[in-house]
T-cell receptor, first 113, second 113 residues
Framework: DTAVSQTPKYLVTQMGNDKSIKCEQN?????MYWYKQDSKKFLKIMFS???????INETVPNRFSPKSPDKAHLNLHINSLELGDSAVYFC????????????FGPGTRLTVL | QKEVEQNSGPLSVPEGAIASLNCTYS??????FFWYRQYSGKSPELIMS????GDKEDGRFTAQLNKASQYVSLLIRDSQPSDSATYLC?????????????FGKGTLLTVNP
């Protein structure tokens, strides 16, 4: 019973390609997040969604487009991938806002060649 | 820019010792503070949350909060090799940034047998 799941776990692709990462939570939470963790392990918020509505867009390039078809799913589509996009992307969810415990997915390691 | 600062370490302690991890934050109005643990190659998981000044204990872990000094710490008593991980301090800032967690860069802890 995985609480927050992400697919794929690994993603290797060429510069300029478009790719998507999917996230699902079965906890019944209202809020979902995307984080980027770079090679120095710095974890930085990208987007927050509450009940399918975008709450936070943390000055992420337009090439990144989140989509939340329902409150259990939050997908991330990335256009025209660049070398600097290589990182681990974590999805997370919480019952209410970020003051509630956040549960993280296993992460997707994206490598752009 | 609201920030969370941590010593990057690495912090090395012998088994059985007390490990002390420190964190400072820039926004005096912040209300919610968290310590997450991240094992290498894994996702962050919540260790402790603290909202009021003073100490909060949970097993071998004690979180300490001093809002006047804008300082939060985590003490790990009787450190075990299994505690070896990166510890991330996170703050839910007040105001317009309050729908996200801001993470520090983490402190790498190594507990030597």
């Amino acid at each position: 019973d995985t609480a927050v799941s992400q697919t794929p776990k690994y993603l290797v692709t060429q510069m300029g390609n478009d790719k998507s990462i999917k996230c699902e939570q079965n906890l019944g939470h209202d809020t979902m997040y995307w984080y980027k963790q770079d090679s120095k392990k710095f974890l930085k918020i990208m987007f927050s969604y509450n009940n399918k509505e975008l709450i936070i867009n943390e000055t992420v390039p337009n090439r990144f487009s989140p989509k939340s078809p329902d409150k259990a799913h939050l997908n991330l589509h990335i256009n025209s991938l660049e070398l600097g996009d290589s990182a681990v992307y974590f999805c997370a969810s919480s019952q209410g806002g970020p003051a509630d415990t956040q549960y993280f997915g296993p992460g997707t390691r994206l490598t752009v060649l | 820019q609201k920030e969370v600062e941590q010593n990057s370490g690495p912090l090395s302690v012998p088994e059985g010792a007390i490990a002390s991890l420190n964190c400072t934050y820039s926004d005096r109005g912040s209300q919610s503070f968290f310590w997450y643990r991240q094992y290498s190659g894994k996702s962050p998981e919540l260790i402790m949350s603290i909202y009021s000044n003073g100490d909060k204990e949970d097993g071998r872990f004690t979180a300490q909060l001093n809002k006047a000094s804008q300082y939060v710490s985590l003490l790990i008593r009787d450190s075990q090799p299994s505690d070896s991980a990166t510890y991330l301090c996170a703050v839910n800032f007040s105001g317009g940034s309050n729908y996200k967690l801001t993470f520090g860069k983490g402190t790498l802890l190594t507990v030597n047998p």
